[in-house]
């Protein structure tokens, strides 16, 4: 039996040998089965067929696709891209994933052991998620999170992501400031966008809670925020070590 062909509509865009590893797209083509995709990089026009275990970078966005089962062959892919698709539930990643961007899809729960486990930036925004992944203390390397556009109401977990930087929850249903203060034990925190949830709704006392609970945080909802004694002490200190 042949393997699966690759419908004539469904373009690959390949570009080689880039300085990062070998980036492959299958953007926009219609795509429900990956189980097409090997088959498709050895038809994708270049001089030699491209092995899959080459690709660094993966574009599956805006397809059709509902399961991730089919990757195996991309054992060393850095970045991949599965957002605007109809995507239930997230595994069978590959371990050497560092990006991962499965925003716009059906996801209602995510179990973070599911996940690579060296991810450092993490993009969940706009599912259906009614609270925050579980077991996020395997995503101990987790440097950015993006949660917007779901229907979050609890940050209570998130205490475990020692290296989170920048979390976007703008758009969900956070309504306490109290949870909130429970991101004062990320001291790697310095970016946070809440705007459109419930407690940004009294936008200047909100802004001063939160400077308050988090003063070493650099920029809430994309604004600066004012420079605390927190942060002029790190740059003291900064300055005496140079």
């Known amino acids: 039996m042949l393997p699966p062909r690759v419908p004539h509509n469904q373009k690959l865009a390949a570009q080689r040998w880039q300085e990062t590893g070998v980036s492959v797209s299958f953007r926009a083509c219609q795509l429900a089965d990956l189980s097409t995709l090997a ?59 560092l990006h991962l961007n499965a925003s716009y899809n059906h996801l209602e729960a995510v179990n973070g052991a599911a996940l690579p486990p060296m991810v450092v930036e993490l993009n969940l925004g706009f599912n259906v998620l009614n609270e925050l992944p579980t077991d996020l ?53 310095r970016a946070l966008s809440l705007e459109g949830n419930p407690v940004a709704k009294e936008r200047s006392s909100y802004r001063a809670a939160i400077a308050a609970a988090l003063p070493a945080l650099f920029t809430l909802d994309g604004a600066k925020m004012p420079r605390s004694s927190v942060q002029r002490s790190a740059a003291g200190g900064a300055a005496r070590r140079a």
């Open 39 to 97: 088959n498709a990089l050895t038809e994708a026009g270049t001089e030699e067929p491209i092995d899959p275990a080459s690709c660094r970078h993966l574009d599956l966005s805006e397809n059709e696709i509902s399961l991730l089962s089919q990757l195996a062959s991309f054992a060393n892919l850095h970045s991949l891209d599965v957002s605007h698709n109809c995507i239930e539930q997230l595994g069978h990643l590959p371990p050497s994933l």
């Open 137 to 189: 203390h395997v995503l101990q390397q987790l440097q950015v999170l993006n949660l917007a556009g779901n229907r979050i109401a609890s940050l209570l977990g998130l205490a475990a992501l020692p290296r989170l930087q920048a979390l976007d929850m703008k758009h969900n249903y956070v309504d306490q400031l109290s949870q909130v203060r429970l991101l004062g034990t990320n001291s790697a925190l």
